[in-house]
C-alpha cells in the first residue's frame, strides 16, 4: 500500500470502514445484518454515513462479528498485532474441507492415525492453537480412510475453528463430523457437541437447542449425554430461557454428580466443575452478572478446577473477565485476562473474542502493569 492509499484509508469514516472489513470477511449487507440482529437498511446507512456509531457496546458487536478488534474500527493508524495470531493456518484447513473425495497419496496405518488424533486433543486441550492448525489438513487426509478417526478430526476441526472466530468453517466441519458418525450413537453425540457450540457461536441458539436436545435421546454414554445437556442449557439461555436452561443443566448434574472416576475416551470434560462453569456461563448469557461472578468464583475453588484441561480453564477465565466487565470491576476484569493468559497464551493472544475484551479493559482507565504487558503483546497498544 502506497503512502497515499493509506494516508487515504486513515480518512475513511468508522462507517466506510466497517464496509471495508466486512467485504473483507466475504459477508454481505445482509448476511452482517442477520448476525447483528439488525436490518439491512441499519447496515447501509451505517457504512454510507447516515446512521453514526456512537456507542461503543455497537462497534464492539459488530467488531466480534468482523472478527476484528475494536480498536482497528476506531482507530485507523491502529498498528497490526505484532504478534502471531494462530490465524494464518486456517486457509490450508479450508482447503482441506473442501477435498470432499479426496484420496491421500499414501494410506497411513490405522494406529497411526490414532495416535495423531490423540496427539492433536492434546495439543487442543493445551490451547496450541498455531500448531493445531498447521497439523489438521494432514490429519484430515489421512483419518478419510478410517471413519471412526474422521469423526474426532472433525470435531477437533470445529472446535479450534470456533474458537478463532471462524464459526462458520466450524459449523461445516461439525456437521461433516455429524455424517461421518454414520448413526454410531456415541459418535453422533460428540459430533453434535461440536455442531451446537458452532451454531452457538454463529448465534443460532434455537437450532442449537433442537440440535443438542435431539442428540441427548440417543447418546448411550454419561459423559457425552451430559455435555449435551450443557450444551443445550447454554443455548436456552441464549435464547433467554431462563427456566429451561436451569432444567436442562440440572439434569447435567445429575449425571455428573453419579460419574465415577477420571477417564475421559471422549474430550468431553464433563463432570461436575464443568456443570458449574456452564451455569456460570449461562446466568452471564440472561445478563444476571451478580449471579455469574458468583459461580465463578465458586467453581474455581473445587478441586476439580485444576484438572480441567488449560484450554478449557483459560477459556473459562476470559468469560470471567467479561462478567467482571459488566460489573464495573475492572481490576478483576484484567487478573482473569492475565491468569488465562499464564495458563494458555493462545487462549488470549490468539482469539478475537479475548483480545475485544482486553481492548475494552485498557479502555476502562489506568490498567494493571499485567495487563499493559498484555496489551503491548498482542498489538492494542504500543
Known amino acids: ?9 486513515d480518512a475513511l469514516p468508522i462507517g466506510r470502514r466497517v464496509a471495508r472489513w466486512r467485504v473483507r470477511r466475504r459477508m454481505t449487507q445482509q448476511m452482517l445484518a442477520d448476525r447483528l440482529g439488525k436490518s439491512k437498511s441499519w447496515v447501509d446507512k451505517v457504512e454510507r454515513g447516515v446512521r453514526g456509531l456512537d456507542r ?3 462497534i464492539q458487536e459488530i467488531a466480534e462479528v468482523l472478527r476484528v478488534d475494536p480498536a482497528i474500527l476506531l482507530d485507523p493508524c491502529q498498528p497490526p498485532p505484532t504478534t502471531a495470531t494462530g490465524l494464518d493456518g486456517v486457509d490450508a484447513v479450508r482447503a482441506a474441507l473442501a477435498r470432499y473425495h479426496h484420496q491421500p497419496a499414501r494410506t497411513v496405518p490405522t494406529g497411526q492415525v490414532r495416535r495423531h488424533v490423540a496427539h492433536a486433543w492434546l495439543t487442543y486441550q493445551h490451547a496450541h492453537y498455531a500448531q493445531l492448525l498447521r497439523a489438521l489438513p494432514a490429519l484430515l487426509d489421512a483419518a478419510h480412510a478410517t471413519p471412526a478417526l474422521l469423526v474426532p478430526a472433525y470435531r477437533i476441526t470445529a472446535s479450534v475453528l470456533v474458537k478463532l472466530g471462524e464459526a462458520d468453517l466450524g459449523w461445516l466441519a461439525a456437521d461433516r463430523a455429524v455424517t461421518a458418525a454414520a448413526g454410531d450413537p456415541i459418535r453422533t453425540g460428540t459430533a453434535t457437541i461440536a455442531v451446537a457450540q458452532a451454531l452457538r457461536a454463529l448465534g443460532r441458539d434455537r437450532l442449537a437447542l433442537t440440535a443438542a436436545v435431539a442428540a441427548t435421546g440417543t447418546a448411550a454414554e454419561e459423559a457425552v449425554r451430559g455435555t449435551l445437556l450443557l450444551q443445550a442449557g447454554l443455548a436456552a439461555a441464549g435464547c433467554g430461557d431462563g427456566h429451561r436452561a436451569d432444567d436442562l443443566t440440572d439434569h447435567a448434574a ?24 456452564a451455569r456460570f456461563l ?24 485444576h484438572r480441567l484441561p488449560a484450554e478449557h480453564r483459560a477459556a473459562h477465565l476470559v468469560d470471567a473477565a467479561r462478567a467482571y466487565l459488566q460489573t464495573g470491576d475492572f481490576t478483576a476484569a484484567g487478573q482473569a485476562l492475565v491468569d488465562a ?41 504500543r
Open 341 to 381: 493468559d499464564t495458563i494458555a497464551p493462545a487462549e488470549v493472544r490468539c482469539r478475537p473474542y479475548a483480545r475485544t475484551v482486553l481492548a475494552e479493559i485498557t479502555r476502562g482507565g489506568s490498567a494493571a502493569a499485567g495487563v499493559t504487558r498484555l496489551a503491548t503483546l498482542v498489538g492494542l497498544i
Open 282 to 305: 449461562a446466568a452471564l448469557h440472561l445478563g444476571d452478572t451478580a449471579e455469574a461472578v458468583y459461580r465463578h468464583e465458586k467453581a474455581i475453588r473445587r478441586d476439580g478446577w
Open 1 to 9: 500500500m502506497t503512502a497515499l492509499s493509506r494516508d487515504t484509508a
Open 56 to 58: 461503543y457496546s455497537v
Open 254 to 277: 445429575v449425571l455428573a454428580n453419579r460419574r465415577a472416576g477420571e477417564d475421559d475416551p471422549h474430550h468431553t470434560s464433563f463432570g461436575p466443575t464443568a456443570v458449574l462453569l
